[in-house]
Every structure is written in C-alpha cells, then in structure tokens.
C-alpha cells in the first residue's frame, strides 16, 4: 500500500474564548506550533477516543490559565503514541498589569509595611484609592510574560500527572503513573524542543516508527514535517484516515468475491485503534463450519478474533472472514491468513462441540438447572422467572391476539438456554440459541421465534418484534423485570441503571405502540407482582402500580421528545387523562397536536395568550 503523507491531524478544536489581557492568537508571523506526542507501549483501542479528547481539554484549560491564546488545536491516537498539535501560539505570554488592595491608609504602620514586603522583587506603583471600605492603599503590579517554551515546560509535568486514564499502572521505580509504560516523549515548539520530565522520560525532538517495518528512532526538526516522517516510517497518525484505509480495501477485497461487507461502525473504530499501518487479507472459513447457526460464526468472529465478515449477493454469509495485519507481509500475508484460519478454525470447532453437545438435550429438560442461576438475590432464581414468564405471557396473549398456550409454553422455554454450553461460551447469543434449540427439537416457529427475539428490543435502534407470541414474550420479560425490581425497592437513580430498567420500560412503550397492543399497564403490573407471591411481604399494589405508571410515562415522555413530540403537548395529555393504555394515550397526544395545527387551534391559542 502507499500513499502520500498527510497531517495526522483528526480532532480540531478552536482556542478558548478571548480573556482580557489575553486575545485569541491567530497562525502567522510571530506565532509558532506546539507539537507534544507521548509514544508508549500499547494503548488499549477503547481507551483512545477518550484519550484524545482529555489531552484536548487538559492543554486547553493549561493554554488558558497560562494565558497563551491560540489558533486551532488537533490531536491523534494510535495504538503506540498520543499526540496533539496546538497552531496560532505566541511566542511569549502577553504582559499582563494586576491591581492588588492592601491596606486603609490609616491603617498601622506594621500593616503598610507587611504589604510592602509582599510586593518585593514585583514591578510595582502605589497609588490610593476610595473604596466601600474607605481609603486604601493598592499596588498596580507589572508581570511580564515569560517565553511560552519556559511556560510549557514548567506546566506540562502537572498536566500530564493528572491525565484520567480509566486503568493506569506504575513501572520501574517511579511513583508517576501513565497507560502503559513510556518511553519518548517528543515535544517541540516550532524547532525547539520544550524541556520537562515525566515519569523518568525527559522531552525531546525523537519518536520511533512502525515496530516491525521502521522500529529506528526518528529525529523530527519541526512539528510540520512531523505527519510526513511518521508516513515514510509506516505510521498513520490519523485514526479516521486508519478506518478508512480498513474500509475501502475491506470494500475492494469483498466486491472482487462477490460479497459485500457487513457494516459494523464499532468493529472498523475498533480496528483502527490496533494497528498503525493498517494491511486488509481474506481468509477462508472451514465449510463445516458453515453448518453452525450464522449468528455463532459472526459472534465468534466479531468478539473473539476482530474478524469483519461478508455476505453474498443473495444476503447469505459468506465463508470468507477478513483480518487487518498491522504488517505489510513480505509473502503477501499468507503466513498471516493461515494462522488466523487455524485459530478461527479451532475457536468454531469448539462451537461445533457446544451445537451436537447441546441439542441432545431438549430445553424443558433444562429447566431444572435454572435453579441454581440466580436472577437477583432480591427476585429469585431462573427457574422461578421462566414459571412466572408462562403466566404473565399466558395472560398478554389475550391483549396481544395470539395463542395463549404457545405464548406460555415459550415464555417458559425462553431462559433455558442460560444453562448451554454456547452460550456459557458466547453469552451475547443468549435467546437466539434458545430459538435455534426449539427449531432442532421440533417446536412450531412462532414459540422458536418468540424464544429468540424475547430480549428485544433492547435500545432505540433496535428492531421490535412483530410476531403475535414474540411480542407477548417479549411484553412478559420486561414487565416481570420491572414490577420485581420497583417492589423490591431497587430503581433507577440519576445516571445509575446497573439493572437497565429505563431501558425495560423503553422496551414496553415500543412493543406496545409499533404493535397497537390495547393494554392496560396497571393490570399487566399487578399479574406480574402476584407472580412473586409472598416474595417481598405486604406490598402497597396501589402505590407499586402508580409508581410504575410514572416511571413508564417518564420514558414515554423522552421517547416522544426524541421524535420530535413536544413535551408540552405530552404533559397537556397526561394531566388531564390519567391513563394507563399507551395507544390511547399516543392517539390524544397526536389529536391534540392536529388541532393545534389546524385555524380553530391557532384561534384558541391567540384568544387564550
């Protein structure tokens, strides 16, 4: 691969707001460029998004307090090194004159002369002046600004100690703590490097390049050449210019299959945090391993091994994987591609085991080992969660118009995959493998269907079940989940949610309102609580179910507001019909909203203000 150098460059900030004393600087003539990069051991790829905006924030605030406006600041990250380059800096702190009040002028003479003394070795001229205190004295104080290179390098050591890596450690015999152990720390102001010591490290003009294809240290003279000889030596500096590299050869190597790529925006931001000379290679999967369920091969390789995967043109998946070496191979990568095709092979292997192993026993027989999964300390076990999921789901299959049987048979079927070897192996396919156990054993695909997708939806991006009896499951799941957690006294507080009950109750606002489910909540809520039984003493069912309902209708609220609903005409609806049927209550709101739109609604609103 080649391509011409350009400014590792990714994050642009603009400088603080002007302060008196302290105008913004602009790049030009007398201005010169902060170039700071602390190259170290890896740096774990989900740390460095966050990294990167810390050191802005952290230098930003420093450049303020020290009173160096600047131009533009922009910063970097690759697996070894984090980088920032601030433009538009002058080349000394701007002189800066500060007013100081001592004391009335008939104050004692120890006073005048204590104030004096704080004065010594200041540039400084007395006058009197009258304030609400009376007449005092007070100091006009001259402070000439120091060379910026003298103010950075007295600043940055304090800057970097503080750094709020989320995991750090020590190494050697310092006591400073960094991500992983330095070791150079380059740091120039135009072609003068700015002298300070961190952690056992003193600043200097050098970095090294790529560690297998360029490893010799780099000398840089001047933060302008600095992108270009990262390039020549195997480094890409900018991790959106690395995620597009993976992307359009990842797009190349699947078209010249007939495939296309999956999208995956987490996995290729992953990726381009690993590596800093990003080489895209195909591999092939083995075609036993194309008998396992799709969902295992692309778990399996997304989770484990950081594989993008392809499907065909028909939608299938295809048995290729992709892998990006951080090597520009002199085989061409072969050696690579078979090494990652005998660990994918090993890893899928297992999972063949976990899929013969697990269908020789039917799911009803597993219900006996959900005893000893614990679903909270506070609700219970498994076990006791899939009996209350059949008749909760039993009860919801008259709202929702589907089979009361086959709503009840999958809701007690649905945990029983907790207890599988896949997904004791791979615990993100739990419930899908549940559905992929009932179709093997022969259940009828509406309850395969509800095992499978009662979890969802599980964020406001993610699909909502349509099917009859998956939506009754899905209902059951989530309003169990909450009447437990709120009788028991567990609810979400400020920005704390460990048990993700805003997102259960998000869960119920979708699969009621995207499937015009004429339920009412408070109903619902109190089957779910007589499930628990005795659990939790004498429990105030009026109280439980109010506060339910007022939570529910908390995130109704924000669900509307995100889609453009105005909240006013939300709370308007809420207020003056309490109700606990969603669909109804979404009708109001959307009547309202019409005939406030309309000439008469407008007439109203004119005549009322």
Not at 17 to 34: I, K, Q, T, V
Not at 184 to 209: K, W
Request: aromatic residues 6%; positive net charge; contains cysteine.
């Amino acid at each position: 691969m080649s391509g011409r150098p350009t400014s590792p460059a990714c994050g642009r900030w603009r400088g603080p707001a002007p302060r008196p004393g302290s105008p913004r600087g602009r790049a030009g003539p007398g201005m010169a460029e902060l170039l700071l990069e602390l190259f170290s051991e890896e740096i774990p790829a989900g740390m460095q998004p966050r990294a990167r905006k810390d050191l802005e924030r952290l230098l930003g605030a420093l450049l303020e307090e020290r009173h160096l406006a600047f131009a533009e600041m922009r910063s970097w990250a690759t697996p070894r090194r984090l980088g920032i380059a601030v433009s538009g800096l002058p080349e000394r702190q701007p002189d800066r004159v500060s007013e100081r009040r001592g004391p009335r002028v008939d104050a004692p003479e120890k006073a005048r002369h204590g104030f004096l003394r704080s004065l010594e070795g200041l540039d400084y001229e007395l006058f009197e002046r009258e304030d609400r205190k009376g007449r005092a004295l007070y100091a006009r104080v001259r402070e000439a600004g120091r060379p910026t290179k003298e103010a950075l390098g007295e600043a940055l050591p304090a800057m970097l100690e503080r750094f709020p890596w989320p995991k750090s450690m020590r190494w050697g015999e310092g006591e400073q703590r960094w991500v992983r152990p330095l070791h150079a720390i380059l740091c120039l102001l135009d072609e003068d490097v700015v002298p300070f010591a961190f952690a056992g490290i003193r600043s200097g003009r050098h970095t090294f390049g790529h560690r297998f294809m360029a490893p010799e240290r780099l000398e840089i003279a001047h933060p302008s050449v600095y992108g270009e000889r990262l390039r020549q030596a195997f480094v890409i500096g900018d991790p959106g210019e690395r995620e597009r590299r993976i992307r359009e050869e990842a797009e190349r190597l699947a078209a010249a299959e007939d495939c296309r790529l999956v999208e995956d925006r987490a996995l290729f931001a992953e990726l381009a945090g690993l590596v800093e000379w990003p080489v895209v290679l195909m591999g092939r999967i083995d075609p036993e391993a194309m008998q396992l369920p799709e969902e295992v091969l692309v778990v399996s390789m997304r989770q484990h091994q950081r594989y993008p995967s392809l499907r065909t043109a028909d939608g299938r998946l295809a048995p290729r994987f992709l892998v990006v070496a951080n090597i520009e191979a002199r085989d061409g990568g072969a050696a690579i591609v078979a090494g990652n095709e005998r660990v994918l092979r090993a890893r899928l292997w297992d999972a063949r085991f976990f899929w013969d192993t697990d269908r020789k026993q039917r799911l009803e027989e597993r219900l006996p080992a959900l005893e000893r999964v614990i679903f909270h300390a506070r609700l219970g076990t498994m076990r006791e969660k899939a009996e209350r999921l059949e008749t909760l789901a039993r009860f919801l299959a008259g709202f929702v118009s589907c089979d009361a049987e086959a709503a009840a048979r999958a809701g007690r079927l649905a945990k029983c995959d907790l207890v599988t070897g896949m997904v004791g192996e791979f615990p993100e396919l739990q419930g899908v493998m549940g559905g992929h156990y009932a179709r093997a054993q022969g259940e009828p695909e509406a309850i395969a269907r509800a095992i499978a997708e009662h979890y969802a939806p599980q964020g406001p991006e993610d699909d909502c079940p349509r099917a009859p009896v998956s939506v009754a499951v899905a209902l059951a799941d989530k309003i169990d989940a909450l009447a437990g957690f709120f009788a028991a006294g567990i609810r979400p507080t400020g920005s704390k949610d460990p048990f993700a009950l805003r997102r259960a109750a998000l869960g119920i606002i979708r699969l009621v309102l995207e499937n015009g489910v004429r339920l009412p909540l408070r109903r619902a809520f109190r089957v779910a609580l007589d499930g628990y039984g005795s659990r939790f003493g004498q429990v105030d069912r009026e109280q439980h179910g109010r506060e339910l309902l007022e939570f529910v209708a908390d995130r109704l609220i924000v669900h509307l507001r995100d889609r453009g609903v105005r909240h006013d005409h939300i709370r308007a609806v809420f207020g003056a019909t309490p109700d606990d049927d969603l669909v109804r209550l979404m009708a109001r709101v959307r009547a309202l909203e019409a005939f406030l739109a309309s000439e008469d609604g407008r007439n109203l609103l004119t005549a009322y203000r």
